[in-house]
T-cell receptor
């Protein structure tokens, strides 16, 4: 159980265009999802916390007007990279948390590799 | 804020044992988690320690000492498929902050 999917798995877009990435929890309801960004051979950097039915909470330094997050249902969160530039090229990963008793784990989607030309 | 330190790379041979250390500084602590990530793939959850001591899950074990702000992941009977990056992460509320990752290379 606890499967998270992402779509698309990879996307190439031209500079100045917008790209939407979908994150779905397939077999559970996720009231909270997270969006991360990862550059090659680097760690995961949390961009924002997405709560169903409310505005996302962005980490310091992340432009909320550039990275639009919508969490319209308990199984879907979307990240839209607006006016993309080559420096936005990265691996974007979403996750959903399951807090069960003593366990603290997040289930990650397979990631979306964005290349902006 | 939070910061986590772990070695950048470890190389070992098949069958060996590898220990990946993680030291952390946090304001508020809800536990130490470990994740594995193969190149191009998604991180997968390995283990979680909320209390001091050793947690064993098959060939992998994780240890936590809250008084020392220190933990480690122990990989035993290394296999080629264990070549991956391993991240420690601390939880605060429902958020995770990840360490820089340790790249483990297993050689025949």
């Amino acid at each position: 159980g606890a499967v998270v999917s992402q779509h698309p798995s990879w996307v190439i877009c031209k500079s100045g265009t917008s790209v939407k990435i979908e994150c779905r929890s397939l077999d559970f309801q996720a009231t909270t999802m997270f969006w991360y960004r990862q550059f090659p051979k680097q760690s995961l950097m949390l961009m924002a916390t997405s709560n169903e039915g409310s505005k996302a909470t962005y980490e310091q330094g992340v432009e909320k007007d550039k990275f639009l997050i919508n969490h319209a249902s308990l199984t879907l969160s979307t990240l839209t990279v607006t006016s993309a530039h080559p420096e936005d090229s990265s691996f974007y990963i979403c996750s959903a948390s399951l807090l069960t008793g003593q366990s603290y784990e997040q289930y990650f989607g397979p990631g979306t590799r964005l290349t902006v030309t | 804020g939070q910061s986590l330190e772990q070695p950048s790379e470890v190389t070992a041979v098949e069958g060996a044992i590898v220990q990946i250390n993680c030291t952390y500084q946090t304001s508020g602590f809800y536990g130490l988690s470990w994740y594995q990530q193969h190149d191009g793939g998604a991180p997968t959850f390995l283990s979680y320690n909320a209390l001091d001591g050793l947690e064993e899950t098959g060939r992998f074990s994780s240890f936590l000492s809250r008084s020392d702000s220190y933990g480690y992941l122990l990989l035993q009977e290394l296999q080629m498929k264990d070549s991956a990056s391993y991240f420690c992460a601390v939880g605060q509320g429902n958020k995770l902050t990840f360490g820089g990752g340790t790249r483990v290379l297993v050689k025949p």
